[in-house]
Structures are given as structure tokens and as C-alpha cells.
């Protein structure tokens, strides 16, 4: 059965861009053949549609690049994005070398304070005596020498 | 492989390569003023608007979260910024006619869009009026999924992404739009 009028122009859109399926388009095709008004029809929006083609850029343009980059290097928030940019590429391995080295300062120096409190050989003689006296004169020698077990013994003498 | 390589540009970029940036703008300028030219029907005009496309590419790129596509985000720039000077025109356009009226018109305008079209021919002069006025009758959304499909060649697969719609969404919209297309040159055709 032959296609009317009104059906074709309801799908003349797809068939021009030729997005319908084969049986469809057949029959679009047999219409046009026959039908002078919708071939008219179909002619002009072929035509008007092709319109988007010739508007479409396929090269490009090789002062583009050169009129944007230019406008790019006159401004001078570019220069201070490109320096940032710079600095901070820069700057990424001194920080990590800086962190690196703190982490290690850091860590040495917790290790050396442990050290000390545990390792009596560092004590130096001069120290040694000084941190007597101060403990003779605040009585802290004998508590520091108590076991602290002993605290809580009840001395029967 | 191109998600690749823009990795490196935009890495090459960020470390202060403006070659690179060149490299980047010579890849899409085309792509850009092609996306561009959809919306606003003048070379000119779109060349204008997509090298504020790339400025905006340029000073965001630090932004830019990698895992999303480059040319998603750069589409999506494109559309916007295109968009946004069609409305400013259009105020400027609603100013003008309030100067005319009140005689207060300055002689140095600009020759409107369609004047600077390539096309010299009166009767494709013509046709290029009728189909931008019909494709500008669409309503936005329509019209950037039709835009980006017809004038950018994208699938629909992409335009969702762009749009942050569905793809049956796409489907649907790009559907009614050349459904309404078709009513609008018909129409225009009958009278």
C-alpha cells in the first residue's frame, strides 16, 4: 500500500538524512517518484538541511593558535599562571626532599632523646656529679633509688 | 590513546610547556569553533568565543579532574560559553532596538550574523536564515544534543555524557528536534 502525503512529511527528515530503515525508505522513494508535491518538498529540505555541511570548518586555522597565544602572553595573569606553574614544578621535589629530610631529623632525634635516658655511659663525670648534688640537696636521690614496691610496705620498727 | 596523550599535554602544560598548550589549542581548535559555529552561526563570532574556550581551558586546567575526559569538559565550555553570548546579544539586540526607536543608533555597528556568512549566494543566503532561525527556535536542550550531533558528528553516547543526561534522553531529544525542524521549514515552505 502506497504511502500518503501526510505520512511522508511526518518522517522526509530522516529519509533525507537517511536514517530509516529499507522498507521505509522504499516506500518513501516509490512516493517521490510519483508525488510531484512531496518531491518538491523533499528537494527543498535536502536543500536547506545540506546548509549545516557547508558550515562546518574541516581545516584549521593557522592564525588561530598564534592570535591566542599572543593573547595569552599579554596578559599578565598568563605569565603569573605559567610562573606559578614553574615554581610549583619546581618546588614539588625540593619539598619532598625537605619533608624526607625532616622525617629523619625528627626521627633521630626522638631515637637519640631514648638513648640517652637508657645509655648511663653518656653521662659525662662533670654531669654526673652535678645531677648528685642537685639530688642530695632536694632529696630526690632516695626516691629515686626506692623501689616503688616499697612505698607501700608498712615498716613494722 | 587520546585520553593518553592529553594526559601528557595537560601534565606538560602544568609544568609551564606553552608549547604544549599550542599542541592542545592546534588538536581542537577545529572541534571547538566547529561546536561553536553550531550555536552561533557566524565563523567570526565563533572563532571569538573559542578562543575564550581556551582561555578558560588554559586558566581552569589545574581544576580539571583527569578522570573525566578533556574534550567532555572542553565541549561542555564550548556550549556554555556559546550559549551565554547568544543571550548577551540578545540583550545588546534589545538595547539597540530601544536606541533606534529613540534615534540614539550609532553608525559604526557590527553587519548582523547572517551578513558575514560565506554563503554569497541570495537563495542559500536564504536557506541558511531559515534553518538558523529554526534551529534557534528549539529549546535548549534540543538544541545543544542536535548541535552537537550534527555539527560535531558526536554519538549520542557522548552528548549524554556532555549533557549529563541519559542516553535514551539523547535519543528523545534529538527525536523531537528534527521533528520540530521539519514542522518549522515545512510550514514555512506551505506559506
Not at chain 1, 592564525?63 to 614544578?89: D, P
Not at chain 2, 556559546?82 to 555597528?109: A, C, H, P, Y
Not at chain 2, 549520542?156 to 539523547?170: K, N, P, R, T, W
Request: with cysteine.
Amino acid at each position: 500500500m502506497m504511502m500518503r502525503c501526510e505520512e511522508i512529511k511526518e518522517i522526509l527528515i530522516f529519509f533525507v538524512e537517511g536514517s530509516l530503515n529499507p522498507d521505509k525508505t522504499n516506500q518513501v522513494q516509490k512516493h517521490l517518484e510519483k508525488c510531484q508535491e512531496c518531491k518538491s518538498s523533499y528537494l527543498k529540505l535536502k536543500s536547506v538541511l545540506s546548509i549545516i555541511e557547508t558550515e562546518i570548518i574541516k581545516e584549521s586555522n593557522p592564525y588561530f593558535s598564534m592570535k591566542l597565544i599572543e593573547r595569552l602572553k599579554n596578559s599578565s595573569e598568563t605569565n603569573e599562571v605559567f610562573s606559578a606553574f614553574r615554581i610549583i614544578g619546581i618546588l614539588k621535589p625540593v619539598v619532598a626532599i625537605l619533608l624526607i629530610g625532616i622525617a629523619i631529623y625528627t626521627g633521630i632525634l626522638i631515637g637519640g632523646s631514648y638513648s640517652h635516658k637508657y645509655d648511663t655511659t653518656v653521662i659525662d663525670d662533670s654531669r654526673g656529679i652535678q645531677l648528685q648534688a642537685v639530688a642530695d640537696e632536694f632529696y630526690l636521690n632516695d626516691i629515686g633509688m626506692e623501689n616503688i614496691e616499697t612505698l607501700l610496705i608498712i615498716e613494722n620498727n | 590513546m587520546d585520553i593518553q596523550s592529553d594526559r601528557i599535554l595537560i601534565d606538560k602544560i602544568l609544568e609551564g610547556d606553552q608549547f604544549a598548550f599550542k599542541e592542545l589549542v592546534e588538536k581542537y581548535q577545529t572541534m571547538v569553533i566547529n561546536t561553536c559555529i553550531g550555536f552561533l552561526h557566524d565563523k567570526q563570532d565563533a572563532e571569538d568565543i573559542a578562543q575564550e574556550v581556551f582561555i578558560e581551558v588554559f586558566y581552569s586546567l589545574r581544576k580539571f579532574r583527569q578522570e573525566a575526559k578533556l574534550t567532555t569538559w572542553m565541549y561542555r565550555i564550548a556550549v556554555n560559553k556559546s550559549l551565554n553570548f547568544l543571550r548577551s546579544k540578545k540583550r545588546t539586540q534589545w538595547i539597540q532596538s530601544f536606541e533606534d526607536v529613540f534615534g540614539m543608533s550609532r553608525q559604526d555597528q557590527k553587519q548582523p550574523a547572517e551578513m558575514r556568512n560565506p554563503a554569497t549566494d541570495m537563495e542559500m543566503q536564504e536557506e541558511a536564515t531559515l534553518i538558523h532561525n529554526a534551529i534557534n527556535s528549539l529549546s535548549e536542550n534540543q538544541r545543544i544534543a542536535f548541535t552537537l550531533n550534527k555539527y560535531d558528528d558526536l554519538p549520542y553516547s557522548e552528548i549524554a555524557e556532555i549533557m549529563g543526561v541519559s542516553l535514551s534522553s539523547v535519543e528523545s531529544l534529538i527525536h523531537r528536534a528534527k521533528m520540530n525542524l521539519q514542522q518549522k521549514l515545512m510550514y514555512h515552505y506551505k506559506n
